[in-house]
Nanobody, 113 residues
Framework: QVQLVESGGGLVQAGGSLRLSCAAS????????MGWYRQAPGKQRELVAR??????KIYADSVKGRFTISRENTKKVYLQMSSLKPEDTAVYYC????????WGQGTQVTVSS
């Protein structure tokens, strides 16, 4: 069984920065795509950023140039968020797999204006 645990969320003022971390545990035997999704109140869950098994990265247009996804190994992924805006307020979820196959429980990010 695979588990994903996010950390690093919190309250920050607009223009500030946060770094989200995600640690995976369990039976992971190869490098998989890992990513970050978010869901704001009343909105659909959306892909924020994803890093493939080969290291390719994709970003939502709304975060390009402000957010950076990185990974440490097969089980850790990070999301560096800068120049945060109130519209970035959401619950952020870490994912594993391209579909994705596994989801974390989410971490709240709140950006005040």
């Amino acid at each position: 069984q695979v588990q994903l645990v996010e950390s690093g969320g919190g309250l920050v003022q607009a223009g500030g920065s946060l770094r989200l971390s995600c640690a995976a545990s369990g039976s992971i035997f190869s490098i998989n795509a890992m990513g970050w999704y978010r869901q704001a109140p009343g909105k659909q869950r959306e892909l924020v950023a994803r890093i493939s098994s080969g290291g390719s990265k994709i970003y939502a247009d709304s975060v390009k140039g402000r957010f950076t996804i990185s990974r440490e190994n097969t089980k850790k992924v990070y999301l560096q968020m800068s120049s945060l805006k109130p519209e970035d307020t959401a619950v952020y979820y870490c994912t594993l797999g391209i579909r994705p196959d596994y989801w974390g429980q989410g971490t709240q990010v709140t950006v005040s204006s």
